[in-house]
T-cell receptor, first 113, second 109 residues
Framework: IAGITQAPTSQILAAGRRMTLRCTQDMRHNAMYWYRQDLGLGLRLIHYSNTAGTTGKGEVPDGYSVSRANTDDFPLTLASAVPSQTSVYFC????????????FGSGTRLTVV | GQNIDQPTEMTATEGAIVQINCTYQTSGFNGLFWYQQHAGEAPTFLSYNVLDGLEEKGRFSSFLSRSKGYSYLLLKELQMKDSASYLCAVMDSNYQLIWGAGTKLIIKP
């Protein structure tokens, strides 16, 4: 692994089902983030974690939950999927403050039907 | 509230120069970032400005004026592969990135 790995790449999910999107990084970054990206709306922060063991809510947290049991993994769970959660989901990480910026995973394209 | 504004779409000609503007209002400022995102792919880092002035990196340059809440990304000698969305983002006082909606750049031959 080099960077951030997301799985699955894409998924079609029936409404009401539970789904976990996986995110793993090997850069030992402290901070990790989950975004959703919808056409015309840009990247919106769902949840974040500044360090292992802590999480926080972003701009659009409803219907999603996260955990950060260790530095490398930051899964995102949809407890009961709804069609409005159809989106592209990006996981990102940051090693520090400022010039490092964020490194993004390749994304998960989720369709809820 | 926090706000990042950039044009929705721009069109330019191969070989020409294009400037993509970004204005921002955020709670605190710890730097401004530009990212490039090709269709169906993840955003990739282009540039970072924390002090006023111009940062040049090859064909790409980024400018910042903190007093005006303004930045631009300048792309020179445009190539077809530069067709992409360009995202402006500001790091706020909590060191989180606030994102603009992105500017879709279309390059014509």
């Amino acid at each position: 692994i080099a960077g951030i790995t997301q799985a699955p790449t894409s998924q079609i999910l029936a409404a009401g089902r539970r789904m976990t999107l996986r995110c793993t990084q090997d850069m030992r970054h402290n901070a990790m983030y989950w975004y959703r990206q919808d056409l015309g709306l840009g990247l919106r922060l769902i949840h974040y974690s500044n360090t292992a063991g802590t999480t926080g809510k972003g701009e659009v947290p409803d219907g999603y939950s996260v955990s950060r049991a260790n530095t490398d993994d930051f899964p995102l769970t949809l407890a009961s999927a709804v069609p409005s959660q159809t989106s592209v989901y990006f996981c990102a990480s940051s090693g520090g403050q400022g010039a490092d910026g964020y490194t993004f995973g390749s994304g998960t394209r989720l369709t809820v039907v | 509230g926090q706000n990042i504004d950039q044009p929705t779409e721009m069109t330019a000609t191969e070989g020409a120069i294009v400037q993509i503007n970004c204005t921002y209002q955020t709670s605190g400022f710890n730097g401004l970032f530009w990212y490039q995102q090709h269709a169906g792919e993840a955003p990739t880092f282009l540039s970072y400005n924390v002090l006023d002035g111009l940062e040049e990196k090859g064909r790409f340059s980024s400018f910042l004026s903190r007093s005006k809440g303004y930045s631009y990304l300048l792309l020179k000698e445009l190539q077809m592969k530069d067709s992409a969305s360009y995202l402006c983002a500001v790091m706020d006082s909590n060191y989180q990135l606030i994102w603009g909606a992105g500017t879709k750049l279309i390059i014509k031959p």
